[in-house]
């Protein structure tokens, strides 16, 4: 079994990605289920739209995306009544994209609940896509240590490994027990992936290992459709995983930290 912890649907950079679109393209990659998140760039989170997909495509599973300027009383409620009726399996903060840190009081009612009822939370972390403005300051990784080490119990997975960061992410993995890190969107965006970035990715990536001592808190996603779902999976298969390892970066971790009933 695989599954891609980190793709979106909707309108980005100019065009829309239905859910027809990854279907299809989960077949092509041999990737049997998808974490689905909308994309930050809308007015709204559009998280009910994507909910009402996922009845009809058994392959995603929705984690819902939280927009910070419009995160009052009544959405917390409403984030809480979602993953109580399992409608999402998580919590996406788009940290950089809008202008709060993570440790933001206005989000500890989340957290909290989160970690009171064994839900994970997602974090952007690294580089903001091109074309959006925002603080690097607010989106790396460390900001995550502040959050775990207030919420010691809360399951949080540090998106896209804080690149260009990886090393930082790794301290924060390995410093907090319930905190992972997913691998998408390590490349050029909204193009084939090239050999020569699939070397720096290798590298980098043995680097961390090295760091780390091993991949078994990494998570297995690409960032769809910022990146070709069946080139991502097969840079990735390129790492030197043990069988271990492969169980819990493919699906293992994921299925775990999100509580997923497949």
């Avoid at 695989?2 to 027809?20: C, P, Q, R, T």
Wanted: proline letters at 3%; a neutral charge; aromatic letters at 12%.
């Amino acid at each position: 079994m695989v599954i891609d912890a980190h793709s979106h649907i909707g309108l980005n950079n100019g065009k829309m990605y239905s859910a027809e679109d990854l279907v299809a393209s989960l077949k092509a990659a041999r990737i049997d289920y998808s974490l689905v998140i909308t994309f930050q760039g809308t007015k709204y989170s559009q998280m009910d739209s994507v909910i009402k997909l996922s009845k009809k495509f058994p392959q995603f599973k929705v984690i819902g995306n939280v927009k910070y300027e419009l995160l009052n009383e009544s959405e917390v409620e409403k984030i809480k009544t979602c993953l109580k009726e399992k409608k999402i399996v998580g919590v996406k903060f788009y940290l950089g994209y809008e202008d709060y840190y993570a440790i933001d009081k206005k989000l500890h009612p989340i957290y909290s609940f989160c970690q009171e009822n064994n839900y994970p939370v997602v974090f952007h972390t690294g580089v903001l896509e091109k074309g959006f403005k925002g603080l690097l300051k607010q989106s790396h990784p460390l900001n995550v240590d502040d959050v775990s080490n207030a919420f010691p119990a809360l399951k949080i997975v540090i998106a896209h490994m804080g690149n260009p960061w990886l090393m930082d992410c790794a301290a924060v993995v390995m410093k907090n027990e319930n905190v992972y890190a997913d691998m998408s969107g390590f490349f050029g965006e909204y193009k084939p992936i090239a050999e020569d970035e699939i070397q720096l990715f290798l590298k980098q990536m043995t680097d961390l290992r090295s760091f780390m001592g091993n991949f078994k808190k990494m998570i297995f996603g690409t960032d769809y459709p910022l990146y070709n779902q069946k080139e991502y999976f097969q840079a990735v298969q390129r790492l030197p995983l043990t069988e271990e390892e492969k169980d819990l970066v493919f699906w293992a971790n994921a299925k775990n930290i999100f509580n997923l009933d497949i």
